[in-house]
């Protein structure tokens, strides 16, 4: 079973920082790809940015410049370092991995998602 959980979010004031972390945990033989999402209230949830095996990472064009995800020299970690924070930024931030994990002795790919950290930015 593969677990991912998810630390760093709070309340912070608009142009403060936050750092997210997520660390995967189970039977993983590998990890493709690590991103995180968020969630608005009454809005769908978004792609925020992905980091990839080799290290390319993309974002959503609303945080670029202000965020950088970045891997952990233990490569089962993501973590999600957010500046200049505006109240727009403010939803529940889900990490999410696809992941091959070993299943009755054998390989199996898909997708996992954190259990989701607040974090809201007041004006």
């Known amino acids: 079973q593969v677990q991912l959980v998810e630390s760093g979010g709070g309340l912070v004031q608009a142009g403060g920082s936050l750092r997210l972390s997520c660390a995967a945990s189970?039977?993983?033989?590998?990890?493709?790809?690590m991103g995180w999402y968020r969630q608005a209230p009454g809005k769908q949830r978004e792609l925020v940015a992905v980091?990839?095996?080799?290290?390319?990472?993309n974002y959503a064009d609303s945080v670029l410049g202000r965020f950088t995800i970045s891997r952990g020299n233990a490569k089962n970690t993501v973590y999600l370092q957010m500046n200049s924070l505006k109240p727009e930024d403010t939803a529940v931030y889900y990490c999410?991995?696809?992941?091959?994990?070993?299943?009755?002795?054998?390989?199996?790919?898909?997708?996992?998602w954190g259990q989701g950290t607040q974090v809201t930015v007041s004006s």
């Open positions: 999410n991995a696809n992941i091959i994990s070993r299943r009755n002795l054998l390989p199996f790919e898909d997708d996992y």
């Open positions: 189970g039977s993983i033989l590998s990890i493709n790809a």
């Open positions: 980091i990839i095996t080799g290290g390319s990472t």
